[in-house]
């Protein structure tokens, strides 16, 4: 079933201008839980939309939903997502996936470094990732799953001239070679990246090494700059994301 949050995240991540469709979705993406008690009047007051451009976004979705019609659905499918994950989830262990994976670490380190990665997932208001596209789409799953416990995590557009980094944000770089977070670094900086926490995924030793450390941490996965293969180990690390915050910080395991 394509719930609502999946057609919002299908445009947000692919959207390629600064529009109102755009700031809907945002907005409402950093504004889930509230979603429950959330009315029209509320939005166009908090994003300063025009009313014509949200209510044909709404019917763009996907059926010619009025707005009571889309609140009433898009509740719903969070129900539905809630019990689509809790099934997917039924006795899934972090370990026993850690067991299946190639790591430079040991699998209780590994974790001990998944659970910190989760900690400031939750510790952060918003969460931005940052990387080539094909590596971000792998995190869809990971940014649809974090969006329905209530975080926010977005994928970072050039364009959003609102996208300006403070220490409430956790900014996750996915670079085989760490090229990608250095060339960021060195020619945002008009964003202000190094208030915000970062995490580089890496295949790149260098940047473990502290003379060359460019990020507050570094999980760097085993290779050497091979892209079919840090792409399979990103789907296991998002995937073990996933299941750590799950039955860490929602269900408090």
């Known amino acids: 079933m394509d719930v609502l949050l999946s057609r919002i995240l299908k445009y947000l991540n ?16 950093d504004h889930y839980l ?9 939005i166009l007051a908090d994003t300063g939309i025009d009313e014509n451009n949200m209510d044909d976004f709404i019917r763009r979705l996907g059926c010619d939903f009025d707005w ?12 539905t997502r809630l019990d689509q994950i809790r099934g997917r989830m039924v006795g899934l262990r972090a370990a026993d996936l850690v067991d299946k994976m190639q790591s430079d670490l040991s699998g209780e380190d590994l974790l001990n470094y998944v659970s ?9 208001r918003r ?6 596209l094909y590596p971000m789409s792998i995190a869809v799953e990971f940014q649809t799953d974090l969006i329905t416990f209530g975080k926010n995590i977005v994928q970072f557009h050039n364009y959003d001239p609102t996208m300006k980094f403070t220490g409430d944000d956790l900014l996750i770089f ?16 008009d964003l202000t990246p190094e208030a915000a926490t970062s995490l580089l995924i890496t295949q ?14 570094v999980l760097r996965l085993p290779g050497r700059y091979d892209g079919l293969d840090f792409n399979y180990q990103l789907m296991q690390i998002f995937d073990l994301l996933r299941i750590q915050y799950y039955q860490k910080y929602y269900l408090g395991l």
Do not use: W
């Not at 969460?127 to 080539?132: C, D, L, R, S």
């Open 14 to 29: 692919g959207a390629l201008v600064y529009d109102d469709a755009y700031k809907f979705c945002t907005y409402i993406v």
């Open 34 to 42: 509230e979603m429950e008690s959330m009315t029209k009047e509320r």
């Open 68 to 79: 009571d019609l889309f609140h009433r659905t898009f509740v719903q499918h969070h129900l």
């Open 116 to 124: 910190m990665i989760c900690e400031q997932i939750d510790r952060h």
């Open 127 to 132: 969460t931005v990732i940052i990387g080539a």
């Open 174 to 189: 996915i670079s085989a070679t760490g090229r990608a977070m250095k060339g960021f670094l060195n020619s945002r900086d």
């Open 204 to 217: 790149n030793p260098v940047y473990t090494r502290p003379e060359h450390k460019i990020s507050s941490y």
